[in-house]
């Protein structure tokens, strides 16, 4: 069974800070990659998703996220992160051919004005 | 507004005591997908329905079974409750097409507590 490891729990950074959030995955074969947002009190909501094509993608809100595929990586990245950004966030994979996602067990992101 | 709606938002229940857990999908989806995220935990796939089957299924027990209507609507339920089911409970919802472009719509959930 595949599984997806977020490296950080828990993430304090001040507003204006630079944003990295790490995602790896264990499957060997071809994937899709997602990462989700979770804000206070709301649903999930998709941020970006990889399918194919340039490893560089990029979703709303200034977020974007790149893949690597040497590494079974695929961390989010903002330059610059606003106090509106604080929320949970999950990386989630695919495999394809498949529908269903497994999700990592998430990072709790708090931006300080 | 996500879409997909969930009933009930919360519910207080039992060890022991059965629930049923309600989703309707987005318009125009055709597939249920149903999660539990426990309390720090990312969500962990239950069930998926298509065509009113169960099209394929995590690791859970039986006593958490399904249903898909004919109107793509579905229901989630758990039997014989136990403290460890309290969760938020999610549906997704998404088009039958088991392609790389098929993406998830999540509702806001089920909140169960088993006291």
């Known amino acids: 069974a595949q599984s997806v490891s977020q490296h950080n729990h828990h993430v304090i950074l001040s507003e204006a800070a630079s944003l990295e959030l790490g995602c790896n995955y264990s499957?060997?074969?071809?994937?899709?990659l997602f990462w989700y947002v979770q804000y206070p009190g709301q649903h999930l909501q998709l941020l970006l998703k990889y399918f194919s094509g340039d490893p560089l993608v990029k979703g709303i809100k200034g977020f974007e996220a790149e893949f690597i595929k040497s590494k079974f990586s695929f961390n989010l990245r903002k330059p610059s992160v606003q106090w509106s950004d604080t929320a949970e966030y999950f990386c989630a994979v695919k495999e394809s051919g498949y529908s269903t996602l497994t999700f990592g067990k998430g990072t709790m992101l708090l931006v300080s004005p | 507004d996500a879409g997909v709606t969930q009933s009930p938002t919360h519910l207080i229940k039992t060890r022991g005591q059965q629930v049923t857990l309600r989703c309707s999908p987005k318009s125009g989806h055709d597939t249920v997908s149903w999660y539990q995220q426990a309390l720090g935990q990312g969500p962990q796939f239950i069930f998926q329905?298509?065509?009113?089957?169960?099209?394929q299924r995590g690791n859970f027990p039986d006593r958490f079974s399904g249903h898909q209507f004919p109107n793509y609507s579905s229901e989630l339920n758990v039997n014989a409750l136990l403290l460890g089911d309290s969760a938020l409970y999610l549906c997704a919802s998404s088009t039958g097409r088991i392609s790389g472009a098929n993406v998830l719509t999540f509702g806001a959930g089920s909140r169960l507590t088993v006291l």
């Open positions: 499957y060997g074969g071809t994937v899709n």
């Open positions: 329905y298509y065509e009113e089957e169960e099209r």
